[in-house]
């Protein structure tokens, strides 16, 4: 290895050859948001005008109203869950410790529909108090703004609490320890210290959440509850208008990247270090009626979140097994299986290269190129799905077809409808998925390492493989989990992208709730949920052992 | 643990790359196999489809089986496929776009995605007033958008037509599906057509009016509604309510007849056309026009409980059981020009 010959230029070179991958995500990326920003080339104002009038005041409030409530509801229930589960024993504690992650596996347009069977006027907890307390007996409307909060906040805190519980279990007892001995009382120690420690991860927790209701539509028009991402379907579908819809879009991402900025900005003022010391074991011990309230209150977040609607599934599948269960069936698993694969190795690869060359230029803030790159996430799904259509559709227009009409072959698509196309729309949703994970791992290493290695001789793929690979498992595992789990759920990009025949479960499920058959969408449903829990359950047991 | 932890990502890496590599290679023969067969006597026909694989599947597998014609199709809702045909124009694979009501097949039409078809059997089979005026798209099944009421709460000399329930007697006692779904917005469309604009946001706002609830996501959750005595009343279609009466024949909510004295009862179609840029044609318009054929007729309408659009097939037995009813004659297309005025309208009335 001519090491010591590297010149100048080379070093340039391999530098810009580092920064490719960071290009090619924000490329992906910025493909399907040009065809959206692009739309503002045209005056809609007739349409916009419309809107104004007769319903984005509605629709703002409505969004306001649901950022909100899921933003503080899921923040109490993640934090003071993981808070339990972290620091403190008490019976149950071990089994409700992975229990409460598992509503992360059931998508949210799924709970929506069950939430609504089970809790509308018409649903049997309703119908039960009617006929015990009369016909007068209040219940709030599981279709208005509270419900609807409600239902998001069951499947969304456990976002939430995943982030906090690790950050409780990296500050151990042992702060508050101190904290207490120094004369602060228990709930002084825990919001002037243990909080603010841990404030990086629950942020990124409630944006991870907010960013999820934000982009959300199947499960808000289960509910028939309208926002903001209601306004871009309606110019759609409703007035045919693809450009106002494309605008509304636009509007909606900027307000995104601008909240994500202020959100990175705050958290970097706030950088905290502490040393990786862990306490395991010592937790505070609850006894008496406080140990059962904490495995009550923990024990009745599962029920609600998890065993009701799974329950509510299996008797509807029971009834309609019959008429569901085919040979395609298992070949609706095995498609949904391998797209979830091949994604989140796609992901997983683009996101670490990422990560490293940002590791490698010494920075701590993401740069231009990685910040676009983590937008995809938080457009809604259909919206990004068509972005990228459009832009494949170009793509095979203006450069395949010419290059198909040299070669003397018949014009062709080549992209739309392709496995290739949609692979990239799952990478370029989920990249900040899989970013996150690997980019809070690398920045566990210390930078000394690296500058060990090299000085020892190592070239950037060595240090990569041989010290940054073993550091980063734990992180490449969660990225590569969550980004499987989220492939196999996601559904508005892989209707409309996917190539002949590839089907899936989600697709399944969409096709019978779309015609308000939910008892038939619970097989496809149920099974959805089955094969997301064992990744779930190795995020879980990952983040136990640290 | 850090051994363990590799391991595991070892082993998880390695079985989603086998399993990739299994599928790139089985997707690398699929995309191989319409090739294969353009030099075959037997095409395979390409199809967009909004109605549902458990809808569509049987009629194509016993369309391949009876003339060994292949049919690949892809379902969506109809609006992204009908951007996706619009986005791929002339190279698009599609040779054929099946959907549900005329407010999709009016707006494919006039993004210029359908081309003419001339054929006597289509226009033997299929009523004028199912089809488009310039034979770009067909209706293949009807169903009637009517009233549901609570035969407990409800007599049916209370019920008399659509711009009745926006009555004062009705306040409170309404239950309706959203405005987004285009059925409605059919529905109001033709009301545009017949009432006229004023008259029609009159109506609608009596009916926002008279609502007990917000508007439901689908036409089950209203009937359940009105089962369980939140509202008296709904809008519905036909087949929703054959649902109903399937898992309970007992059910005590019953179908109504509107505006009998009048206009008569809106009916919608689901339907197909041919593609401007359709790659096998002629192919296509032959599963068309056995699409319209009496076996296929009986077929598609009985899997749904809908009425056959070929008049000469009868409907099945338990949709026969619901009466006759006198259906608005107004060429449905008609509908689909009046469908963004009517969701203009409907956000005017502040119906949700």
Known sequence: ?546 | MIRSHSRLLKSSLAALTAASTLLLAACGSDSSAPATEMTDAKPTITVYTSRNEHLVKPLFDQYTKETGSEIRYITDKAGALIQRLKAEGATTPADMLITVDVGNLWQAANEGLFRSIDSTVLDTNIPAELQSSNNEWFGLSVRARTIVYSTERVKPEDLSTYEALAEPQWQGRLCLRTSKKVYNQSLVATMINSQGEAATEETVKGWVNNLATAPFSNDTKAMEAVLAGQCDATIVNTYYFGRVLKKNPETKLALFWPNQSDRGVHINVSGAGITQHAKQPEAAQALLEWLSSPTAQAQLAQSNQEYPANPLVKPSAEVAAWGDFKADAINVEAAGSQQTAAVRLMDRAQYH
């Open chain 1, 1 to 546: 290895m001519p090491h010591s010959q590297t010149s100048a230029h080379n070093q340039r070179l391999s530098r810009w050859l580092w920064q490719a991958p960071s290009l090619l995500a924000a490329l992906l990326v910025l493909l399907p948001l040009s065809v959206i920003f692009f739309s503002w080339s045209s005056n809609e104002t007739e349409i916009w005008q419309h809107l104004i009038e007769t319903q984005l005041g509605r629709l703002l409030q409505n969004t306001f109203l649901l950022l909100v409530g899921v933003g503080v509801w899921s923040m109490l229930l993640g934090v003071s869950l993981a808070w339990l589960i972290a620091l403190c024993e008490f019976p149950g504690r071990r089994l409700l410790d992975w229990a409460l992650m598992l509503p992360l596996a059931i998508p949210t347009y799924v709970v929506a529909f069950v939430a609504l069977g089970l809790l509308s006027y018409s649903g049997p907890v309703q119908s039960l108090m009617r006929e015990w307390f009369g016909n007068d007996v209040w219940f709030p409307d599981i279709r208005g703004p509270a419900g609807v909060v409600f239902v998001m906040t069951t499947v969304l805190y456990p976002y939430v609490y995943m982030l906090a519980r690790s950050a409780f279990l990296a500050q151990g007892r042992g702060l508050m320890d101190a904290s207490r001995l120094l004369g602060q009382g228990p709930w002084k120690s825990f919001f002037k210290v243990a909080l603010p420690m841990a404030r990086p991860a629950i942020a990124a927790g409630v944006a991870l959440a907010l960013m999820e209701t934000l982009a959300d539509f199947g499960a808000v028009s289960v509910f028939n509850f309208d926002t903001f991402t209601t306004a871009i379907y309606k110019s759609w579908f409703g007035l045919f208008n693809i450009t106002a819809a494309a605008q509304l879009a636009s509007l909606l991402l900027l307000f995104v990247a601008v909240a994500l900025y202020a959100e990175q900005g705050a958290r970097g003022k706030g950088r905290l270090h502490q040393a990786q010391r862990r306490d395991d074991g010592e937790r505070y011990i609850l006894r008496g009626p406080l140990a059962w309230l904490a495995s009550g209150y923990c024990a009745g977040v599962v029920l609600i979140a998890f065993i009701v609607p799974v329950s509510q599934l299996l008797l509807w599948a029971w009834e309609s097994h019959a008429t569901e269960m085919n040979s395609r069936y298992w070949q609706l698993i095995v498609r949904t299986f391998s797209l979830g694969g091949i994604a989140a190795v796609c992901a997983l690869l683009l996101a670490l290269l990422v990560a490293y060359n940002q590791r490698l230029q010494h920075r701590r803030q993401p740069n231009l190129l990685e910040r676009t790159a983590s937008l995809g996430y938080a457009l809604p799904g259909s919206v990004l799905a068509v972005g990228i259509m459009l832009a494949f559709a170009q793509l095979d227009r203006h450069l395949i077809n010419p290059l198909q009409a040299l070669l003397g072959q018949a014009p062709s698509q080549v992209l739309v409808g392709s496995l290739l196309a949609l692979i990239l729309a799952y990478v370029v949703r989920f990249f900040s998925v899989a970013f996150g994970p690997i980019h809070s791992s690398f920045e566990r290493i210390k930078p000394s390492f690296q500058e060990a290695a090299q000085t020892l001789g190592s070239n950037r793929w060595q240090v990569l493989k041989r010290i940054y690979l073993p550091l980063l498992t734990p992180g490449l595992l969660t990225a590569l989990l969550l980004v499987f789990v989220d492939t196999m759920k996601e559904m508005p990009a892989t209707l409309l992208l996917r190539p002949f025949g590839w089907d899936t479960l989600a697709v399944r499920i969409y096709e019978m709730t779309s015609e308000g058959e939910w008892e038939r969408a619970a097989l496809p449903a149920l099974t959805l949920i089955l094969i997301s829990i064992p990744p779930v359950v190795i995020l879980i047991r990952r983040s136990r052992n640290g």
